[in-house]
């Protein structure tokens, strides 16, 4: 199925179901939600239809959506139990949520995120759960570096990645025991909620990399954020301070939460240079200032690894 047919039938499957689940749908607000390679989702109403990246494994996706359906506290709950196929790609149905503004950084819930993630990470781990898959989706950004050639970007970033140890290189089994990770968290796998039954509140979406492994790595995102000067110190403790007061197990035994984010925070932000490298060079524009901040992280990473390894960033 070629990307121009995805769209339309995807958008079709969609209002099937939004009309299924509401016979006198409005049709209000539809469209494309998000459309990259590695996933496209659309919404009609108050249904949203999301093609899997097309290389998802079904048996996998099943077992995550399971996952979600059993913790409706900390995620949006999928709208069946299994994917559906659309020509070869997985589908899934999912409610209507609202995302964070991106345009408005300073509403960033972080202390619900900071309390969703804890409870995640306390949730029972089934012996079916998939593994979580962070480190493989970061080993795969590093790899997508080939494409890009000899571009100066390139060779810190593969240096930093070097100084990683195997299991956040995807090459090892990750630190036990495990919990319930997210796999991908940054704050566009957040929806606000509200209904009769459920008063206005925060989900995670997106189970695509959900699973169990080291919790430390859902909180590696906003670490190498706040290394990287991206988050400001009172957004960070916001987060901190909500995870903890919510009993999340990733830092129990760490004084210096530094002692525990290092690595996850090293492999993300190793994770996120690799794809805005990749990105601005497919696009034909040069590095944009932020994408200098994450590459002079790879640097740092690459030139001090013990330092950072017991140090705090700030």
């Known amino acids: 199925m070629t990307a121009a047919t995805l769209l339309p039938e995807l958008t079709a499957r969609a209002e099937d179901v939004a009309h299924t689940r509401t016979p006198t749908c409005p049709c209000g607000a539809s469209g494309t939600l998000a459309d990259r390679p590695d996933g496209t989702v659309v919404r009609h109403a108050d249904t949203v239809a999301k093609a899997h990246a097309p290389d998802a494994d079904a048996a996998g996706l099943t077992r995550r959506l399971a996952l979600a359906s059993h913790l409706p506290d900390v995620f949006l709950p999928p709208l069946g139990p299994a994917p559906a196929d659309l020509h070869g790609r997985l589908v899934t149905f999912w409610p209507y949520g609202v995302p964070v503004d991106p345009d408005d950084p300073d509403a960033a819930p972080w202390e619900a995120v900071g309390t969703l993630l804890a409870l995640l990470h306390r949730a029972p781990v089934p012996e079916s759960a998939p593994v979580m898959r962070g480190p493989l989706k970061a080993a795969r950004a590093v790899a997508g570096l080939r494409a890009v050639g000899a571009h100066p970007a390139v060779a810190p970033v593969r240096a930093a990645w070097a100084t990683l140890p195997g299991w956040a290189r995807a090459e090892a089994p990750m630190p036990q025991p495990a919990t319930l990770c997210h796999g991908d968290l940054h704050l566009g796998q957040l929806v606000r909620v509200s209904g009769a039954r459920v008063p206005e509140s925060w989900r995670l979406i997106d189970v695509d990399d959900l699973g169990a492994g080291d ?17 400001e110190p009172q957004e960070w403790g916001r987060f901190l301070d909500a995870y903890r007061a919510a009993g999340g197990p990733a830092l129990d035994a760490a004084d210096d939460p530094w002692a525990v984010l290092e690595v996850p925070a090293r492999a993300l932000t190793v994770q996120t240079a690799a794809r ?9 524009r040069p590095l944009d200032e932020v994408d200098h901040a994450l590459v002079d992280s790879c640097r740092r990473i690459a030139a001090v690894p013990a330092e950072l390894a017991h140090e705090s960033p700030k």
């Open 276 to 284: 805005t490298v990749t990105k601005a060079v497919a696009d034909g």
């Open 215 to 231: 919790p430390a790595w859902d909180l590696g995102r906003p670490a190498a954020w706040f290394a990287c000067g991206l988050l």
